[in-house]
């Protein structure tokens, strides 16, 4: 499916269907990169070493490109769908603006969709397969062909 990601303003989430999966394409700002470095004592798995995404994307950012961040928007404890909190995380983890909260049994992820320790949630958020088409556009659910 080609999502057009060209008009996501920083900050802002874009929600598409993908095999009947919520899937979420979120710009994040520098202000937010940066502060993914900041909170990896706090992560269950802050390296992505599990295999909840393909390999383009076991990264710091678990992204391709840095300031788009692409998941499957449902929680890996029991598969409700976290609420993302751009402004108001910090109220879930102290010193963090923002990130996606699980109301369902409280589970919590960063913005590169890492699992905080001590929640339900035992992994990270899934990465899907996606590759950029052009500049302006992605293609979620595969991945690049010759790639
Ligand atoms: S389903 Fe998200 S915390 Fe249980």
Redesign the pocket.
């Known amino acids: 499916m080609e999502v057009d990601v060209s008009k996501i303003e920083p900050g802002q989430l874009l929600r598409v269907e993908w095999r009947g999966k919520p899937v979420w394409i979120v710009r994040r700002n520098q202000a937010t990169l940066d502060d993914l470095a900041k909170h990896d004592n706090k992560l269950r798995d802050p390296d992505s070493a599990e295999p909840q995404q393909p390999e383009y994307a076991q990264n710091a950012y678990r992204s391709i490109k840095p300031e788009l961040f692409v998941a499957v928007g449902l ?1 890996t ?4 769908s ?1 609420t993302y909190l751009p402004d108001s995380f910090g109220e879930q983890v102290q010193g963090i603006t923002s990130g996606f909260f ?1 109301p ?4 919590k992820f960063d913005m590169a969709g890492r699992v905080f320790q001590g ?3 035992p992994l990270n958020l899934v990465i899907p397969p996606y590759y950029y088409v052009n500049d302006t556009s992605i293609l979620v659910g595969a991945d690049k062909e010759g790639a």
């Not at 404890?77 to 409700?80: A, E, T, Y």
């Open positions: 929680c404890h029991l598969g409700c976290p699980c369902c049994h409280g589970s929640v339900p949630a």
